[in-house]
């Protein structure tokens, strides 16, 4: 291609829109352009490295057995009612009439859609198991798009389902799109953890795993140990619980201190000069909506919401407002405490072993010293009720610590189990003549957003560094002056010479200034880069490897000879 | 791939929601099914040929020096408003509102986006010119979705968009895309022709060619050459007028004839027993909703209202109601006749060359006879005002004849001028620094459209006979008997070897009688079939080329040497 020719504008500032280096870098380099708020076009660089990951993605899917196929991105709202995820996904659906006044969707993602495709066409153990994917547009109206493509509104997405006659099937399944999910990574060249995750709205009974992308701006929290392969999202992860330190009961008396004005934890290890892992912190929630409980967890630690939720089996789970505390309670937030109360409490097993510690007295201005919880809180709920922190012991080897990373979820996989065919009638005919339920799998994987999250971890403060799978060229040819006739002509020869070869070469023929032509290779992030210059005359060339500093001078022969045609 | 694995229904009756012969053979040999009226999901043999068709016209975009990008789906309501389409694109253009309620449109098509985006990027003619191109979804609410993928609601469409600095510049891309076009064409194996159009909608200053493939159900009708290669949708065909036979004034005089309850051309021919073209035809249209003209033509003949409106330079025409019609003429609808009106008078040219005719009497029950268009017509309005018809002589070349065919409109190019780049303010400075409108082209072709298109030419009273290049597989391999191990053997060493060399197999290892995988072979399509059945143990196979009726029988050796790996 002849960069003249192609629509590739640079920026040399960085848009007051960008938020994140990714989205800074795909704008700069003329990948992207906004067209809304998180809605973008794709200019021609942009939509090659899409295509470049839509490949990597289809080539895995196809390794793994999946087939592709195609669902629509307007579905009947109507069987969406049927899953029941009509009204539950809330805002985030967007939804439309068509002329008649027919309500429909356009796809967020496509459960209801295959399911209900699968029940109409598979009804025999023979058709099991079976595994589809698609590479389509998704719409979803996020409250907040930001980061470029990385939470966008329309998106491009790789979504599989597996249908399977049983469990077993099921992990068979499962386990070849964990692999193919790894091979995509890699061949992406992504520094990222396969972690175990919560499943979230898309429900499902058997587990789930994501593919978190380390990255500062990430709004996941990964947990991996040092030692062993255990990584979890922090909503899931646990550590090993030390019992070396077993409660102790007895020791001082309660007493009660004057704490005025003192509501929080930062607060009272100032007054009281005591560090936060002698504080034992009562937060009260309500549960679906109607049951207050008081969850209790040492001052330097953080509820993990879903950890309780998931204790006690509730739908939904909100901190209570000062009304439902003060009647919980009996004294304005920040005075909460563990004893007394009438309220369910459930504690945290790290508050369970402490010796003693300090509580909120459940009186306005007052807190308790000596609190020994073996002694004073009364309560069967014991367990894990909070995020693991750094350094912590991993649950797996107990030998290594976890460490926190922040990241970008990437892909999610899913078993499903019966959810969505129980709930769409999806059943098959067993070798027996009897009705079962078909069990389900699906798996995500946003294309765009992975294409953000390369870039992420591959730039300089020059610009993209692309992996040489995803890159838009592979060779990008840079004749300082084109107005040079002998540099021009060595430049469109080896230009043509490789092109001739099937490899995909950039060749910049623009008329202008040295400087803006490299800052502009930089920013673009070719990997490979040939500069002809003063010693084209000789039939030297200078090479340089995007993202390396070294120049090396060869000769027009050598540079030929280093591209070999790509296979296939 | 297994067909044992693969999701593949064929259904052995023609479902009843298909009409049309290519709707009902992807949906009986599994390609298709419908989710909603006018929207598909491709089956996993649907994608395959899907993906086919795109590689084509992406290799042919890229050879006409187009450059792929993405734009969004989702395209802000203020965009269409800026262009005027927003209320002129009417009920087909889908419509919804964000969370926030700003409103949106779903992309039937993308002028505006493309426009926006050129405008916001190129500001030089050192950029100029340059083609971009999509292969995208688009949604458009069609009043009556019909023949499967022909006419959908959502369907996969590739746009392209030149921007040039002149005309001259347009006339290049504009034949580029042409040639690209016919290539596609020619690679589909579509028996086509590229015809001369009215701009429609969509407009333009400089003209446009559909691109029809001729089939029985098709909506458009070309008038083509049987002689050179002048080919136009009839609402833009002409003949060449025959002046053979001038006008005679004077002859015999008006008489007016009793004519009870015949209000049709055919009533009328039948009472009076004289052939159609012997009679005038008077029709009354509103022009802009607020004009009534008289349209005269020959009774044999019908008014082209394209015609009338490009005569006049009307936004809109319409058949007025019997009200206006009374109003206008004096009589209610079936009696009018272009003596004595006090509206305009469009003769169409035929008319005012005979020499005398049959005509209404704008009087309850009675026609006029001895009518001489040239002596009793009082008009200057003389023109081609109606539809060729078979036979007529080419208006090229004055030699050869023209004929009528049906067919599908598949792809549209215009040549749209300045339109857009007016309305949305997308310039450019010249060499001379002055500021200038881009000249743009836009381009279309329906995918999914050329995929239905395709298979309307190509099948048989057993299925689909795919064209090579399109085919989901090359070759289907069919052992008779799975239970029968060597047969089954050899089918599977065929299949390994086959595939290893990179072709494209499907390996029929179903357990199912013969007859049944032999009907879903028919059914599905595959242009080259091996059957491996009890002459195995010999080495020796089956070779049948889909549609034809002869049976080779070859040795492994030799189907191995008949399939050459793809090329590149």
Redesign the interface.
């Known amino acids: 291609?002849r960069q003249?020719?192609?629509?590739l504008?640079t920026l040399r500032e960085v848009p007051a829109e960008a938020d994140s280096a990714s989205h800074a870098w795909l704008l700069r380099a003329g990948y992207i352009?906004q067209?809304?708020a998180g809605?973008?076009?794709?200019?021609?660089l942009?939509?090659?490295v899409?295509?470049k990951l839509e490949q990597i993605v289809r080539e895995e899917m196809d390794r793994a057995?999946a087939?592709?196929?195609?669902?629509?991105?307007?579905?009947?709202a109507e069987l969406w009612r049927e899953s029941g995820r009509y009204s539950r996904y809330g805002?985030?659906l967007?939804?439309?009439n068509?002329?008649h006044g027919?309500e429909?969707v356009?796809g967020p993602t496509h459960e209801e859609?295959i399911t209900?495709?699968?029940k109409?066409?598979?009804h025999s153990y023979?058709?099991l198991p079976?595994s589809?994917y698609?590479i389509?547009?998704k719409?979803r109206?996020e409250?907040r798009p930001r980061f470029g493509l990385l939470r966008g509104?329309?998106f491009l997405m790789k979504d599989a389902y597996s249908f399977d006659a049983d469990w077993a099937g099921l992990d068979v399944s499962y386990s070849l799109m964990y692999q193919a999910y790894r091979n995509i990574m890699e061949r992406c060249q992504l520094d990222y953890r396969a972690v175990d995750a919560d499943s979230g709205t898309i429900g499902g009974e058997g587990g789930s795993h994501e593919f978190i992308v380390f990255a500062g701006i990430g709004e996941d929290v990964v947990a991996a140990c040092d030692h062993c392969d255990y990584a979890a999202n922090i909503e899931k992860a646990s550590s090993s619980h030390s019992v070396n330190t077993p409660p102790l009961p007895g020791g001082a008396a309660l007493e009660k201190m004057h704490t005025p004005e003192v509501h929080t934890i930062e607060e009272l290890t100032q007054f009281l000069q005591v560090p936060p892992e002698q504080l034992i912190k009562t937060l009260i929630y309500v549960l679906d909506g109607k049951q207050p409980v008081a969850v209790v967890v040492r001052g330097d630690h953080e509820v993990n919401e879903l950890k309780v939720q998931a204790y006690v089996g509730a739908e939904s789970i909100e901190l209570a407002d000062p009304v439902t505390v003060e009647q919980a309670t009996g004294a304005p937030p920040g005075f909460a405490g563990p004893l007394g109360l009438k309220i369910p409490i459930l504690l945290d097993r790290d508050v369970s072993t402490l010796r003693e510690g300090i509580a909120g007295a459940n009186e306005r201005d007052y807190h308790l010293r000596h609190v020994s919880p073996a002694r004073d809180i009364v309560t069967s709920h014991i367990g894990d009720f909070r995020n693991v922190v750094d350094g912590e012991t991993c649950p797996n080897c107990q030998a290594g610590k976890l460490k926190l990373s922040r990241g970008i979820e990437v892909g999610h996989i899913f078993k499903l189990g019966t959810k969505y065919s129980q709930m769409l009638g999806a059943s098959y005919l067993d070798r027996n003549g009897k009705q079962q339920d078909i069990i389900m799998g699906c798996y995500g994987i946003g294309i765009s957003r992975l294409l953000s999250a390369v870039v992420e971890q591959h730039y300089d403060e020059r610009g993209i560094v692309w992996p040489a799978a995803l890159a838009p060229y592979r060779v990008h040819i840079i004749p300082v002056s084109v107005k040079d006739r002998q540099q021009i002509e060595l430049a469109e020869q080896l230009y043509e010479q490789l092109a001739r070869k099937?490899i995909e070469v950039l060749l910049d023929d623009r008329e202008e200034r040295p400087g803006i032509k490299f800052n502009d290779a930089d920013l673009i992030g070719i990997p490979n880069r040939i500069i002809i210059g003063k010693t084209a005359e000789h039939g030297v060339i200078e090479f340089i490897k995007r993202g390396k500093a070294e120049v090396e001078k060869i000769t027009v022969e050598e540079a030929l000879s280093r591209f070999a045609p790509p296979l296939?």
Chains 1, 2 share one sequence.
């Open positions: 291609m003249s020719r192609l629509l504008p352009r067209l809304a809605v973008y076009t794709y200019l021609p942009g939509r090659r899409l295509r057995g087939q592709e196929l195609l669902l629509p991105a307007l579905q009947p805002a985030e967007m939804r439309l068509d002329r027919r429909f356009l859609a209900s495709l699968v109409g066409e598979v023979r058709k079976v589809v698609q389509q547009t719409f109206d409250r509104r329309e099937g296939q």
